[in-house]
T-cell receptor, first 109, second 114 residues
Framework: LAKTTQPISMDSYEGQEVNITCSHN???????ITWYQQFPSQGPRFIIQ???TKVTNEVASLFIPADRKSSTLSLPRVSLSDTAVYYC??????????FGAGTQVVVTP | DGGITQSPKYLFRKEGQNVTLSCEQN?????MYWYRQDPGQGLRLIYY???????QKGDIAEGYSVSREKKESFPLTVTSAQKNPTAFYLC?????????????FGPGTRLTVL
């Protein structure tokens, strides 16, 4: 399984865009990049998944460069409720992941 | 109302006792997973099952056992062989196929060994 590296924490103000970059240098050809959000004492929630280029949904965008050795999750116009831990995961399509420690995002007024 | 349920929410156990955590889903998902989360840490995969009557060990299977006799159910037994079982346990499921990575999580069971 590919190992991922992401910042331990990030701070932001309400209304700003938050970009979290994840490094995954040994990503395999069959691996997908998936991001989850977790609030304290709750199970993680799926945010977005991609293989290459750009993926966008109603809550986030995922940018993946051509070499796929990194990816960036973009959260537009964050609010206080976006304060959470965000996990970058790399794994094949069978859903077998390794969760790292994630990035704690703190949004303040 | 579709989703994943885990019970109980809080569980206390004496050392040396086996305990079984329940996980049920009515999403008609093929795949189910068990994770363990320790304070301040990410999730670690214990077991996963991609189809009924089949399951695979994850990264930390020692001291745990599972069964998958029905599509809807994937109970986890924490045995006395698990040396440090106090943790937050999360069950998840996914539809399978190209969407294995889109996992839906239950609310979790917090197990405390006294």
């Amino acid at each position: 399984l590919a190992k991922t590296t992401q910042p331990i924490s990030m701070d932001s103000y309400e209304g700003q865009e938050v970009n979290i970059t994840c490094s995954h240098n040994n990503i395999a050809t069959n691996d997908y990049i998936t991001w989850y959000q977790q609030f304290p004492s709750q199970g993680p929630r799926f945010i977005i998944q991609g293989y290459k280029t750009k993926v966008t949904n109603e809550v986030a965008s995922l940018f993946i460069p051509a070499d796929r050795k990194s990816s960036t999750l973009s959260l537009p116009r964050v609010s206080l409720s976006d304060t959470a831990v965000y996990y970058c995961l790399v794994g094949d399509s069978w859903g077998k992941f390794q969760f790292g420690a994630g990035t704690q995002v703190v949004v303040t007024p | 109302d579709g989703g994943i349920t885990q019970s109980p929410k809080y569980l206390f156990r004496k050392e040396g006792q086996n305990v079984t955590l329940s996980c049920e889903q009515n999403l008609n998902h093929d795949a189910m997973y068990w994770y363990r989360q320790d304070p301040g840490q990410g999730l670690r995969l214990i077991y996963y099952s991609q189809i009924v009557n089949d399951f695979q060990k994850g990264d930390i299977a020692e001291g745990y056992s599972v069964s998958r006799e029905k599509k809807e159910s994937f109970p986890l037994t924490v045995t006395s062989a698990q040396k440090n079982p106090t943790a937050f346990y999360l069950c998840a499921s996914s539809i399978g196929g190209p969407r294995y990575n889109e996992q839906f999580f239950g609310p979790g069971t917090r197990l405390t060994v006294l």
